[in-house]
């Protein structure tokens, strides 16, 4: 793609604070002056907002702070005035009923505090799994030039020799203590080897996954995405990126230059590569709704189906993140998507250059870590689009982390009506389930939690783990965690809270998978089925008012990203009027 830089120099938006003499603009600019800054820093130059997801309740955001000087460095060498502003951040780990209830928050948070203040370009402070969409959606919504900066991952952590992935481990080690093979007490020592330093999660969970995003989206710069939070590249990619932005703003390189619909199939045969999160599903589309690119589950299922998972992470495969950027990270990936034929080489990205003049010259250190494609985790990546009577709009399931003997199977639903009655019945010694059934949980969508939390995921009863079994067929409404595995369908759309098929299954129902042929199927006759729907009646908690109410009265589907409805939608950022 072609982009032709705007003349510089211009009158910036900033300027209609900053620039004058009239009573407002010396209102504006003076009270500024009381931190210190120097009279020429309002002369004209960009002002940058370092918009900083930083937060001690956001543990693997903690670390922004120093990072956001290094941004500030870079944005003062290339002639531009940062400015430090804390945004809204939603904790995967601390948030409840789920930080997914909370992603629509931060992003319309976001868009107004970028739209209603003196900002000519944004900086993208980044981390925890919500905080990167949500600030990606508010770029989007604005169109003003931005750029993403990441945290990056913890180092890897250890437990008696075995490397422990962050999530995926905390996933297998309470699988093991219920069935028996680790004691309480070796999990609480376990736990201290899970976080070891700053950073998100080490494995291709949903943080790692969507700075992938970012990066092969081109909203990062070239290899971002990998860079441990405590290598002191890290804070060189910082630095760079304060300079970047500076140099975006003078060419008015906007999102909407950027985020085309090429550079979104761009990021879903990434995500196919890198065996990436199902999460990054949602955000996506969310995304894309947001700067107004038709991007649907089709894309996602005709883009990432006939990709390999050649990036052997954890949970699909054995390493985590430090070994992925000691082998070359993502411009690897990248590369070899354009090497293949599947990649829009000439996508743009905020470094000016396409997608493809970033990485044709960089090398693989590793091949045990990035997988020549003859050795893929799996030749068919991505993640599957079902669809079938159980799942009209679709339901996904993540291939890489799922066990190759249950793609294709049938068994007997036992259903959990809500998570409580999950809770309350799986460690029942007599619940009536073997490992042949399905398991099924309703009313954990985006109304139904609500907020969509990520528990599709379930824990197998103790019996069935005592016997070896380790994974089996569930189907949810609900998302799981990237750091999870298993053979589990999530996402089903229209959700049981909004009166979708999913919402009349009964416990002995015979459900069909099939991957392959893309089939979720309910053994019910059309009849039958059509009868249930209608005597059914909402069974989810409702919520009166606050922000619960507002989410579920305007969230959409999981199929279309889940964003409220009144959000989609580029809305640009026009100067306003002063209020003064």
């Known amino acids: 793609m072609t982009f032709k830089p705007a003349a510089w120099p211009r009158k910036l938006r900033s300027q209609t604070w900053f620039g004058g ?74 948030f409840r009923p789920t930080a997914m209830m909370f992603r629509n928050l931060a992003a319309m948070a976001v868009e107004e505090a970028m739209r209603g203040q003196p900002m000519d370009g944004c900086v993208l402070m980044v981390g925890c799994d919500k905080t990167t969409p949500s600030l990606l959606m508010a770029a989007a919504s604005t169109d003003m030039p931005s750029i993403v900066v990441t945290g990056g991952p913890m180092l890897n952590g ?50 790692s996954t969507m700075a992938s995003m970012a990066e092969a989206l081109g909203m990062a710069l070239s290899g971002n995405a990998a860079i441990p939070a405590v290598d002191s590249r890290r804070r060189v990619m910082a630095q760079l990126t304060g300079r970047r932005i500076v140099q975006m703003v003078k060419d008015d390189l906007k999102p909407s230059d950027i985020l085309k619909k090429e550079a979104f199939e761009n990021a879903i045969r990434t995500n196919a590569a890198i065996g990436g999160s199902t999460n990054a599903v949602i955000h996506l589309l969310a995304i894309a709704g947001r700067v107004g690119i038709d991007l649907t589950l089709e894309d996602w299922d005709r883009c990432g189906r006939d990709v390999p998972t050649i990036v052997n992470l954890m949970p699909s495969g054995k390493y985590l993140m430090e070994e992925f950027f000691y082998a070359g990270g993502l411009p690897v990936v990248i590369k070899r998507l354009g090497e293949a034929g599947l990649l829009h080489k000439d996508a743009l990205t905020v470094s000016g250059e396409t997608a493809w003049d970033q990485v044709k010259a960089v090398q693989n250190y590793n091949e045990d870590v990035i997988l020549p494609a003859e050795k893929a985790l799996t030749q068919s990546g991505g993640v599957v689009v079902l669809k079938g009577n159980l799942a009209p709009k679709g339901a996904v399931l993540k291939p890489s982390a799922a066990t190759p003997a249950l793609m294709q199977h049938r068994g007997r639903a036992v259903v959990f009506e809500d998570i409580d009655d999950y809770k309350a019945r799986i460690n029942d010694e007599d619940l009536d389930i073997d490992e042949t059934c399905v398991m099924v949980l309703k009313n954990c969508g985006p109304k139904g939690y609500p907020g969509m939390a990520e528990v599709g995921n379930m824990g197998l009863p103790p019996k069935i783990l005592r016997k070896g079994i380790t994974d089996m067929v569930r189907i949810s409404d609900a998302r799981m965690s990237g750091t999870a595995f298993g053979t589990v369908v999530l996402h089903t ?15 002995g129902d015979m459900i069909e998978l099939d991957v392959a042929g893309r089939r979720l199927h309910l053994e019910v006759s059309d009849a039958e089925l059509a009868a249930r729907l209608a005597k059914w009646a909402p069974s989810h908690i409702r919520a009166e008012s606050g922000y619960a109410w507002l989410h579920q009265q305007h969230v959409e589907g999981a199929d279309t990203g889940a964003d409220l409805d009144f959000l989609k939608g580029c809305r640009g950022n026009p100067v306003g009027k002063d209020s003064h």
């Open 21 to 94: 003499t009239s009573k407002d603009n010396i209102y504006h600019r003076g009270w500024m002056k009381n931190q210190g800054f120097p009279p020429d820093l309002f002369d004209g130059r960009p002002v940058i907002g370092i918009l900083n997801t930083w937060s001690e309740l956001t543990p693997c955001n903690a670390h922004l702070r120093d990072l956001a000087e290094r941004v500030k460095h870079g944005i003062y060498e290339a002639g531009g005035f940062p400015v430090e502003v804390p945004v809204f951040s939603a904790s995967e780990s601390a």
């Open 158 to 207: 250890y437990y008696k020799n075995e490397r422990v992935g962050s999530g995926t481990h905390l996933w297998k080690f309470s699988e093991a203590v219920k069935a028996g093979t680790m004691t309480k007490e070796e999990f609480v020592e376990a736990e201290a080897s899970m976080s070891r330093s700053p950073g998100s999660c080490n494995t291709m969970g949903t943080a």
């Open 493 to 507: 759309s229209p959700e049981a809270a909004a009166g979708g098929p999913l919402a009349v299954v009964q416990s």
